[in-house]
């Protein structure tokens, strides 16, 4: 009689390779092995060999690069997403697309259970099982570290006695995960607030010391919305990203340290390496300030935060961030032309912007001679605009006399 089968989303890292293991033990489950190719900088074979190697019985690799860059990192750039003002959501736009290819191959495979490597203090469990659950509710998951409550240090030494091969190690604890929009990087010395981030806690970023002393200058054109160039030549969104990567990579652009409220209710000290998402995010909002009326922009700026919160607690799948979408891309319909930017020590700097959809009028702006500004009507329009402030100030100095 054939065992059940759990498919088990992987990653190579330590948390998902000994779940494995303990899949076997604890639940006497074939175990496979699912390997998401969201661009991240490894050997995918490898890793799909690895799982293999460790005990799975089936291992796959899906390449779902130009789905993650067209469907899921595009549409938060329109929305300008960034959790709490710092965090382009690099890993959590990636855990929805994973629970799509963890439902597909369960349903290929006959699985009735899938599993991930999430602890029970980080985001991306509820990030995996409320996607899971949207996409299939009739799935049972397991998650193996949250349920054996182990340490990192005790998955380590788990890890040894079973002959696992893991890239952490007691001197270099580091838990990171990586895809094309940005690369985090936390547990360790990074747990102290006070310390700063040590070298080889980054990977794609240099140091503000070894960067270059020139300044590089790039265009970057976008069309409704979308990147699709850069100094001219075109480029698929995701060689678009890479390319910015390494560009702002060069030049120590992309680092982000920041206290991070997680969705479970906790304060946590995460890492980020981002330069594309730092660039590209800067650059697309410095197009619709140019393209943008002034009343869309101030409504859209309120949603982009509750966009921004929906990605981060895992209702990628829900109706509210849908309709958000339809509202998002009928912004975007003026948001065409080219931003010029400064890649120099750290920083990604605006310097220009041009559209043939600009909202700006030299005539009305400039205080020079081809000034066409009506200055007469602001008199009126001062004194039409202040007339509720005044109203009540009056009836203020009535009641205090």
């Known amino acids: 009689m054939s065992k059940e089968k ?28 699912l390997v998401v190719n969201l661009g991240q900088p490894a050997d995918i074979e490898a890793v799909r060999d690895k799982a293999l190697a460790i005990g799975a019985v089936e291992s796959y690799m899906v390449d779902a690069r130009k789905e993650f860059a067209e469907e899921f990192v595009l549409p938060a750039l329109k929305a300008n997403a960034v959790y709490e003002g710092k965090y382009p959501l690099a890993t959590a736009l990636a855990r929805p697309l994973i629970a799509k290819y963890l439902v597909e191959q369960a349903g290929r495979s006959g699985a009735k259970t899938v599993a991930h490597g999430c602890t029970g203090k980080g985001n991306d469990q509820v990030r995996f099982e409320i996607s899971v659950a949207a996409l299939n509710p009739s799935l049972k998951v397991i998650a193996p570290i949250r349920e054996w409550g182990v ?21 270099s604890p580091y838990s990171v995960d990586e895809n094309l929009w940005g690369r985090s990087c936390e547990c360790g010395v990074l747990e102290d607030p006070w310390v700063e981030p040590p070298g080889d806690a980054f990977s794609w970023t240099k140091d503000i010391s070894r960067v270059p002393d020139e300044p590089e200058y790039i265009e970057i054109d976008f069309r409704v919305g979308k990147p699709v160039a850069i100094d001219d030549k075109k480029k698929r969104l995701v060689e678009l990203i890479s390319y910015l990567n390494r560009a702002g990579g060069k030049h120590g652009i992309g680092r982000v340290d920041m206290l991070e409220n997680r969705l479970v209710g906790i304060k946590s000290r995460e890492i980020y390496e981002c330069p594309a998402a730092i660039i590209l995010l800067l650059a697309h909002r410095e197009l619709e300030a140019l393209t943008l009326e002034r009343d869309l922009i101030h409504y859209k700026a309120g949603l982009e935060q509750k966009y ?58 400039t205080y020079e001679a081809a000034d066409a500004f009506s200055h007469e009507s602001a008199g009126g329009f001062i004194e039409l605009f202040s007339l509720p402030i005044k109203v009540w100030a009056k009836k203020q100095r009535k009641q205090k006399s």
């Not at 000994?18 to 496979?32: F, R």
């Not at 340490?151 to 001197?171: D, L, Q, V």
């Open 151 to 171: 340490s990192r240090e005790e998955a380590i030494k788990y890890a040894r006695k079973h002959g696992i091969p893991i890239p952490a190690t007691k001197t």
């Open 6 to 33: 759990v498919v088990l989303a992987y990653s190579g890292g330590l948390d998902t390779s000994v779940a494995i293991k303990w899949l076997q033990e604890k639940y006497n489950l074939d175990v496979i092995a």
């Open 308 to 365: 921004a919160e929906i990605i981060y607690y895992g209702q990628w799948y829900s109706p509210l961030r849908e309709a958000l979408d339809a509202f998002i891309d009928k912004t975007q319909g003026s948001v065409s032309g080219t931003v010029r930017m400064k890649l120099f020590k750290g920083n990604a700097i605006v310097v220009g912007r041009k559209s043939e959809k600009s909202l700006y009028d030299y005539s009305l702006a």
